[in-house]
């Protein structure tokens, strides 16, 4: 295992403290319990919005605290759920008096320690709603999850939900947004290698020099099938008709779209695949209305990627052009 860090067992915190010292004008890090707030949090009057999940998949989450996204996001452990005490932290971090939203991935003690951490802020007079994300079209049932894993959407639903939470919205017209995202959009990856977890120090799992993983999960989870390796038109035309098909999408939708890098995929090979997605798109007649290319929920240093589309309107769009301001993501300020 080569990897930059000191001790597997300090990885976490050691770069939560980097992250601390790169942003101050952007968020602080607690430490008992760990947790990422925005600066100046709670914002009073504002719907607060707060995700997590386990390390290994930056910027993801932590990286997206800021202005018009995140009021606070939980790390756990590289590639394990954050427990609810770091939730409820979390949730008190971000309470601005109009209530917080959870946003969660759909991976089972995601949904276990959020919905614990959601009784007990209830239980303390702050008013909490929940949206799971689960837009991964690859497989139902996965080894971590009971329904379709929530992976690359999470990233637009994080944004969406964050420009109309800074433009005054209340938490239940922010929760069925939150939700209408998730219902409007698509994702699926594909893994050229594995990765290595620091704690483990060796991949968690393994790939023949010609084989390529077709539907992987964010943590190195089996997809629908091993297969041999193929070109860039071949990877980007079978995900994203995967996609189109599963909405289904249709001619005539704006859509936006997102390739995301695994984390040791260079920008050279994902605008070569966000070509070949336009080229499948155009043949659909689906506009791409807006587009994201490059590393926003990684797989430590997996090499592959991921596509997601999301069918969006005017409203949806302006959401996403609002301003944002945050570690991992920045336009419009």
């Not at 008096?97 to 007079?125: P, S």
């Not at 994080?158 to 939150?178: H, N, T």
């Not at 939700?179 to 699926?188: A, I, L, P, T, Y």
């Not at 968690?204 to 041999?228: S, Y």
């Amino acid at each position: 295992m080569k990897k930059l860090l000191n001790r597997p067992d300090d990885v976490v915190r050691e770069s939560l403290e980097g992250l601390a010292l790169a942003h101050p004008d952007l968020l602080r890090v607690s430490f008992d319990p760990v947790y990422v707030a925005r600066a100046g949090a709670p914002v009073s009057g504002k719907t607060g919005i707060i995700s997590g999940g386990g390390s290994g998949h930056e910027p993801m989450h932590a990286g997206y605290v800021g202005r018009g996204m995140l009021d606070a996001a939980c790390p756990g452990q590289v590639f394990t759920s954050p427990t609810p005490d770091q939730i409820e932290a979390a949730t008190r971090a971000a309470d601005g008096g109009r209530g917080v939203l959870h946003i969660v991935k759909n991976y089972t003690g995601d949904i276990l320690n959020f919905e614990m951490a959601a009784e007990l802020c209830q239980a303390a007079g702050i008013e909490v709603a929940s949206v799971v994300i689960n837009d991964d079209v690859a497989v139902e049932d996965s080894l971590y999850t009971a329904g379709r894993r929530g992976v690359g959407l999470t990233v637009l639903a994080e944004k969406i939900s964050g420009a109309a939470a800074e433009q005054g919205w209340p938490l239940d017209r922010v929760a069925a947004l939150c939700r209408r995202v998730n219902e409007s959009g698509r994702s699926m990856g594909m893994a050229l290698t594995p990765c290595t977890v620091p704690a483990a120090g060796k991949p968690n799992f393994e790939l023949g020099p010609d084989e390529m993983e077709m539907g992987i999960g964010i943590h190195g989870e089996p997809g629908r099938a091993r297969m041999p390796l193929a070109t860039a038109a071949e990877i980007a035309a079978h995900m994203t008709e995967a996609i189109l098909g599963d909405l289904p999408f249709r001619a005539g939708d704006r859509v936006i779209a997102m390739v995301n890098g695994m984390g040791g995929t260079p920008l050279l090979e994902l605008y070569l695949v966000y070509r070949e997605l336009e080229r499948v798109l155009g043949g659909r007649s689906i506009a791409v209305a807006r587009r994201l290319v490059g590393n926003y929920i990684t797989s430590l240093e997996m090499a592959g990627c991921s596509i997601t589309l999301l069918r969006a309107g005017d409203e949806m769009l302006s959401f996403w052009d609002a301003p944002v301001v945050t570690a991992g993501l920045r336009w419009g300020a």
